[in-house]
């Protein structure tokens, strides 16, 4: 079963830094956009930050200076690392990518359950 499993999710006080990381599971035969999006209850998931498997970048304009996003093909791992929070970067986050398992038809896209970023005083 090919699965996304995040970590690194929490509480942190605005102006805080926190660093959430997604690993790729399973019988994986190929890799290829690796990202995170995020939502707010009641509001649309929106995207954070996206790369591609030869590590170009696309970042929602609204976290460009403050967030760098890094992926190592060989552990199928991504990672986001999260400065200068806001309160409006509080939502639930979820690691996206598409993949092609080993036993499947081609590529699909798969998504992690979600880790809560709380950036609060």
């Known amino acids: 079963q090919v699965q996304l499993v995040e970590s690194g999710g929490g509480l942190v006080q605005p102006g805080g830094s926190l660093r959430l990381s997604c690993a790729a599971s399973?019988?994986?035969?190929?890799?290829?956009?690796m990202g995170w999006y995020r939502q707010v209850t009641g509001k649309q998931r929106e995207l954070v930050a996206t790369i591609t498997r030869g590590g170009s970048t696309n970042y929602a304009d609204s976290v460009k200076g403050r967030f760098t996003l890094s992926r190592d093909n060989a552990k199928n791992t991504v990672s986001l690392q999260m400065n200068i929070l806001k309160p409006e970067d509080t939502a639930v986050y979820y690691c996206?990518?598409?993949?092609?398992?080993?036993?499947?038809?081609?590529?699909?896209?798969?998504w992690g359950q979600g880790t809560q970023v709380t950036v609060s005083s």
């Open positions: 399973g019988s994986i035969a190929s890799v290829n956009d």
């Open positions: 996206n990518a598409r993949m092609r398992p080993l036993l499947g038809l081609g590529y699909a896209e798969y």
